[in-house]
């Protein structure tokens, strides 16, 4: 199918960026390209872009999709050489206004494409790809509708419920679909995870590039993986943009929703400010998110402590803790980031571990973009589309397979899955010797023995083994017995008396719109239905449940590849499609049949069971009690792409 017939790049609208004209000598130009801190696969690929001279794209020179994780993409010393003298005269030729003949056609854009992929880009992938690249920050995932189309008369209303990355995204789509809706929030303003996680050293720990709408790109990120205050400001920045701020009701909190099947509509019970009111709408958004329950751990005693305790994510910034014995449970990605801070102030610090964690070294995890990779995102036009999509491409299908179980893998004895799983172990296992090369007590205690990605990896740049081999501070692996009114009790190192606990233990992930009471057809009760397991079609609409749709629903969660705003994006989109159903064709319900939803659900356990984390039993979030991953997606980001582009009507009781 040709590319012209799916999309129409070149005429959707764009955000633009603001780029400054290049006005550096060549000297100046050649300094600033020979540094390695700039990202080099995109250069070319942006020169020839915002030239039109495809020319810029070297036929000699292939980006190798098995070399995703290597520096530079894997670019010999060689090619990276000609990358740069070609860059040169690019970069030139675009200062000095020579030639400069903009990309307007589909088959031109993806030969570029291509070769920033390292492959023949064609069908759907290099649709995906197209939108997540958003050339020129054209917005390609928007709906393409209009309620005007339709039915401009029929009374009909969305309520979305949360305003963080998800539910924002969702008024967007539909305000740009003409539909009316109203956001209800929780909180007093907009950011979800980012407005509620304020603890010290939070930060995004997948590529900042990569976790951000793909129609909203940010040309001017400060870091690599930005800090809680920078994402909070994004999306803060993104709702005001999007013109959503008037629809959404803060302070606001939905306590139930109940169908009514007479007029097919969903009735909620809202509270604001102590009063409570019934809402009727037609259909509904949950954009509540997964990780946002804190989790408490259930230790006999737990309400005795007299000290202050609290959780990461409702922190307790009044409290000060210098000079403070501090003692924390959990080593997850919250605490491996906030237990550095605390270290720094308190005069004992005390990690309490249950399991160690698979750390993969990023050294620029907290570091400042250098001075050459910010000149190039803010002077080479659409630079930064580019190094998203390279990002992208990096960071997407290859690494999933390291995580496949090869029924034909022999395990060495280091619970490796498959060969790839292996190589991948062994860099990872010679990581941490030599981040704890001179202590082996600690060596042994935060080397993993369970398969490599069976729980989340933790991101690291040294900053671990360092807090660890401070003298304040002391990693117990002596499983907790009880909490008491002073302290702590271990199985064999008893009583520690502390003068606070954070708790580090992470989010009630298996818990799906808790608290709310979400009552469907005939009366059924979501939980009670889901009975602590919950599944979904898609991850976004369940049976019995007619125009209620999940966004980051059950197994949308992903593991090691893209970033979750991309899967917010598939979701809404697919949304938008099922509201268009209904629009176009004059139905009052969609209801997702059950043998649909539990063949798709066999499916997912299936995919589920070939993965690391669907094999090993070590504790993680991805599981629920029952021990089904209920979180997590098992398959490629394409597959996802491909299952939630249009509504399949058969799926559907319809009314
Ligand atoms: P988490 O990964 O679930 O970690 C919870 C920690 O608490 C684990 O170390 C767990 O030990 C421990 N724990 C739980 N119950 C315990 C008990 N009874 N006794 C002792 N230890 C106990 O939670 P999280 O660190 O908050 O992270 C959750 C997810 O949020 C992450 O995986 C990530 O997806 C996301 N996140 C993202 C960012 C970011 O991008 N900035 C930052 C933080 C979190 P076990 O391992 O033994 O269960």
């Not at 009514?260 to 998110?289: M, P, R, Y």
């Amino acid at each position: 199918m040709m590319l012209e017939d799916e999309i129409n790049v070149f005429t959707t609208m764009s955000f633009k960026p603001s780029i400054s004209p290049i006005t550096e000598s060549d000297e100046e130009l050649e300094r600033l390209l020979s540094d390695p801190g700039v990202e080099l696969p995109p250069l070319l690929p942006s020169i020839a872009f915002a030239t039109g001279d495809l020319s810029f794209i070297p036929p000699d020179i292939r980006l190798d999709p098995s070399k995703t994780l290597e520096e530079q993409g894997g670019l010999t010393p060689d090619e990276q050489s000609i990358i740069r003298v070609r860059a040169l005269e690019g970069l030139k030729q675009l200062r000095d206004n020579i030639n400069i003949k903009p990309v307007t056609r589909n088959e031109d854009l993806r030969t570029i494409m291509s070769w920033a992929c390292g492959t023949n880009l064609e069908g759907s992938y290099l649709q995906m790809m197209m939108e997540e690249l958003a050339p020129g920050d054209r917005d390609l995932r928007s709906p393409d509708w209009n309620v005007q189309d339709f039915s401009a008369d029929r009374k009909f209303t969305v309520a979305i419920v949360g305003a963080g990355m998800s539910g924002i995204l969702a008024a967007y789509r539909l305000k740009q679909a003409g539909v009316n809706f109203v956001l209800f929030e929780k909180n007093d303003g907009t950011g979800g995870t980012w407005l509620e996680n304020t603890y010290p050293g939070c930060r995004v720990d997948v590529s900042n590039h990569v976790y951000s709408y793909s129609f909203m790109q940010k040309h001017d990120w400060p870091h690599y993986h930005s800090t809680q205050d920078v994402l909070l400001n994004y999306f803060n920045d993104c709702a005001t943009e999007f013109e959503i701020r008037d629809n959404i009701r803060f302070n606001t909190s939905v306590s139930a929703m109940t169908w009514d099947e007479d007029s097919s509509t969903w009735k909620l019970n809202i509270l604001t400010s102590g009063t409570e009111e019934i809402f009727s709408c037609q259909a509904v958004i949950s954009a509540v998110g997964q990780l946002n329950q804190p989790s408490y751990p259930a230790i006999p005693g737990i309400e005795n402590f007299e000290g202050t305790s609290w959780h990461s994510a409702r922190w307790n910034h009044d409290y000060d803790l210098d000079g403070k014995r501090v003692a924390v449970l959990g080593t997850g990605c919250s605490a491996v980031q906030f237990i550095p801070r605390v270290a720094k102030k308190a005069e004992q610090t005390t990690i309490f571990q249950r399991t160690p964690n698979w750390l993969m070294p990023r050294p620029q995890y907290q570091q400042s973009l250098p001075e050459s990779l910010v000149w190039c995102f803010t002077h080479i036009p659409n630079y930064h589309n580019w190094f998203r999509l390279h990002l992208f491409w990096r960071s997407h299908e290859g690494l999933l397979s390291r995580l496949e179980i090869d029924e034909t893998w022999e395990d060495p004895g280091d619970s490796s899955i498959s060969a790839a799983n292996h190589e991948l172990g062994v860099l990872l296992r010679m990581y941490l010797e030599s981040e704890f090369a001179d202590r082996p007590d600690l060596l042994e205690k935060v080397t993993p023995t369970y398969t490599m990605g069976a729980k989340r990896f933790v991101i690291d740049d040294g900053l671990w083994a360092k807090t660890l081999h401070a003298d304040n501070v002391e990693l117990c692996t002596d499983p907790i017995v009880s909490i008491s009114s002073s302290g702590i009790t271990t199985e064999s190192e008893g009583l520690k008396d502390f003068d606070a606990i954070i708790y580090g233990t992470g989010f009630k992930a298996a818990d799906f719109l808790m608290p709310m009471t979400v009552t469907g057809r005939n009366g059924v009760n979501l939980h009670d239905q889901w009975d602590g397991d919950a599944r979904a079609y898609l991850g976004i609409v369940a049976p019995n449940f007619p125009n209620l749709f999940f966004l980051y629903g059950p197994n949308t969660n992903i593991v090691i590849n893209g970033s979750i705003i991309y899967f917010s994006e598939c979701e809404v989109h697919y949304i938008t499609q099922c509201l268009k159903h209904m629009l176009k064709n004059q139905l009052s319900s969609l209801d997702v049949k059950t043998d649909v939803h539990d063949k798709y659900n066999e499916r997912i356990d299936e995919g589920n069971r070939r993965m690391a984390w669907g094999l090993s039993d070590v504790n993680s979030w991805y599981k629920n009690a029952s021990g089904r991953t209920a979180q997590n997606w098992p398959f490629s980001l394409l597959e996802y792409w491909e299952q939630t582009r249009e509504i399949n009507s058969d799926d559907y009781n319809i009314v």
